[in-house]
């Protein structure tokens, strides 16, 4: 996958057949210097972007993760908690409604997409593009919500509970990662702060 704010506005500028920045700014309803930021600390403004794709009818699983819609179902090994099996997601669909704008949990705007077809997580049923700010370890908090990756790659979607006096952290509702020797320390850890329902009626 290839999220690299500057793979995003080329992809946006092909898919609008476009080549100048200034087009890609008009549309975005930005400045070029805010472009230019975007390109220098590798970051966007993911609500107007899908924004702009919604508008264009633009594939979003294109624009964020260079993967065309393909007839054939293709799977990218992602787990999801709240079950003792792991399940795959599919190829997401550009039919999604724009999602309202979200509130960044803290000042880092260090932000991940993620695409789901499938979880097993109570509080997300529909299919649906997840949007994670990346936190610190320390930072974590129980009731909350996290996209969670270990060393090898696999994903889960998990809430974290503080066992004990000493406030040892356990995944809330699977302990998929338990096979893999490595401390929860060293998992990356994205809270999520918003979801785009991708569910086809």
């Known amino acids: 996958m290839s999220q690299n704010a500057t793979n995003i506005i080329a992809r946006l500028?092909?898919?609008?057949?476009?080549?100048?920045?200034?087009?890609?700014?008009?549309?975005?309803?930005?400045?070029?210097?805010t472009l230019s930021t975007w390109k220098k600390r590798d970051t966007l403004d993911f609500n107007k972007v899908i924004a702009l794709c919604d508008d264009k009818n633009l594939d979003l699983n294109y624009i964020f993760f260079d993967e065309?819609?393909?007839?054939?179902?293709e799977s990218h090994n992602v787990f999801f908690s709240g079950g003792s099996e792991h399940v795959n997601i599919e190829e997401i669909s550009s039919q999604i409604e724009v999602v309202d704008t979200f509130k960044l949990i803290n000042t880092n705007r260090n932000l991940s997409v993620f695409n789901c077809q499938k979880s097993q997580h109570p509080d997300i049923e529909k299919p649906c593009i997840l949007i994670?700010?990346?936190v610190v370890f320390k930072n974590l908090k129980e009731k909350t919500i996290y996209i969670v990756q270990n060393q090898n790659g696999d994903t889960i979607i998990d809430e974290?509970?503080?066992?004990?006096?000493n406030d040892e952290l356990e995944f809330k509702y699977l302990s998929l990662f338990d096979t893999v020797d490595q401390p929860m320390s060293t998992y990356k850890f994205w809270q999520l702060i918003s979801t785009i329902d991708n569910s086809v009626e």
């Open 160 to 165: 974290i509970l503080k066992i004990g006096s």
């Open 132 to 134: 994670g700010q990346k």
């Open 68 to 73: 065309r819609q393909s007839t054939e179902s």
């Open 13 to 33: 500028k092909e898919e609008l057949s476009i080549s100048a920045d200034k087009d890609v700014c008009e549309l975005l309803d930005i400045k070029s210097n």
